[in-house]
């Protein structure tokens, strides 16, 4: 079973909330789930959010294509930064290996990029001066930045500390602007943050 957001990328629009479940009819539990969901699924989703869902999701494969491209460039920019201490993004990670397998030929590895700086006040620092919007991704085809696990745990900053979750994490949303000039505005900041 894959349960997946059709909000985020899949939209691009920030204009409806929809989401998507798919069995596996080769699985042993295929019949039990099917039987399942026929009982008691509802089906709430509002027609009008169908149309806008279909008409946003046209252009998806391209957009797709795009914010892969981007975001490779953007870990590459990171990759040579002297502040930057980890990048968390598939290509760079040590289970690049299980993502290979299973992503489709000639596709990439997303748009969601998180990475630490050396030094704590250097991510406040950039996160101030990057000059995109902020906020979580939720749908958006503009790039986005957020301090993840601040606005994500908050209220559970030593807790989550102790399971290896950096507070100063930074994630960014690619989004479709021109890859050049999010990479000035992104190289911009770094220079800011020394």
């Not at 509802?42 to 046209?58: G, K, M, P």
């Not at 252009?59 to 490779?72: L, N, P, Q, Y």
């Not at 990057?130 to 930045?145: D, Q």
Request: with cysteine; glycine share 6%.
């Amino acid at each position: 079973m894959v349960a997946s957001s059709l909000t985020k990328v899949f939209s691009g629009d920030s204009n409806v909330l929809a989401g998507s479940l798919i069995l596996n009819p080769d699985s042993k539990y295929y019949t039990i789930l099917k039987t399942f969901f026929k009982k008691e699924y509802e089906d709430l989703f509002w027609a009008e959010d169908a149309l806008w869902l279909e008409r946003n999701s046209r252009d998806f494969v391209e957009r797709v294509h795009k914010i892969d491209d981007t975001s490779a460039k953007v870990v590459e920019l990171l990759q040579n930064s002297p502040l930057i201490s980890q990048i968390y993004y598939p290509s760079v990670s040590d289970s690049k290996k299980y993502y290979d397998v299973i992503k489709n030929e000639g596709g990439g590895y997303g748009g969601l990029i998180s990475f630490l700086f050396k030094q704590p006040q250097q991510a406040v620092k950039f996160f101030n001066a990057v000059n995109l919007h902020k906020g979580p991704s939720l749908g958006t085809n503009f790039t986005l930045a957020c301090p993840y696990a601040i606005l994500a745990h908050y209220q559970e900053l030593d807790e989550i500390s102790q399971w290896g979750v950096d507070r100063n994490l930074i994630r960014i949303s690619i989004g479709l602007e021109d890859p050049t000039e999010l990479l000035d505005v992104l190289q911009k900041s770094l220079d800011e943050s020394i």
